[in-house]
């Protein structure tokens, strides 16, 4: 039915880069919004970033000005790119779409010296 692949996750080192992709199938990509979250040990899944159908972006403060979310619909597939990352930013990442139930697995990012 609808399924979402996060993939792209991994170590790096604090200042370095990332970028996160979900591809999403099952659903029309294109009427979505779609929506980062991220969930480290002991503390609760937050919203990191967000996309609407226009194209408008906003973000998380903790992030502000060090990712960047997009999307190509016509890959079906939204992407997170993590500049200047930080320990803090250590967590599960995963995408939504829109105001559903429809969760990616997560990909793990692990930022640490």
């Known amino acids: 039915q609808v399924q979402l692949v996060e993939s792209g996750g991994g170590l790096v080192q604090p200042g370095g880069s990332l970028t996160l992709s979900c591809k999403v199938s099952?659903?029309?990509?294109?009427?979505?919004?779609m929506t980062w979250y991220r969930q480290a040990p002991g503390k609760e899944r937050e919203l990191v970033a967000d996309?609407?159908?226009?194209?408008?972006?906003t973000y998380a403060d903790s992030v502000k000005g060090r990712f960047t979310i997009s999307r190509d619909n016509a890959k079906n597939t939204v992407y997170l790119q993590m500049n200047n990352v930080e320990p803090e930013d250590t967590a599960v990442y995963y995408c939504r779409a829109g105001l559903s139930d429809h969760w990616g697995q997560g990909t793990q990012v692990t930022v640490s010296p």
């Open positions: 996309i609407t159908r226009p194209g408008i972006k």
């Open positions: 099952g659903l029309t990509f294109s009427l979505y919004e």
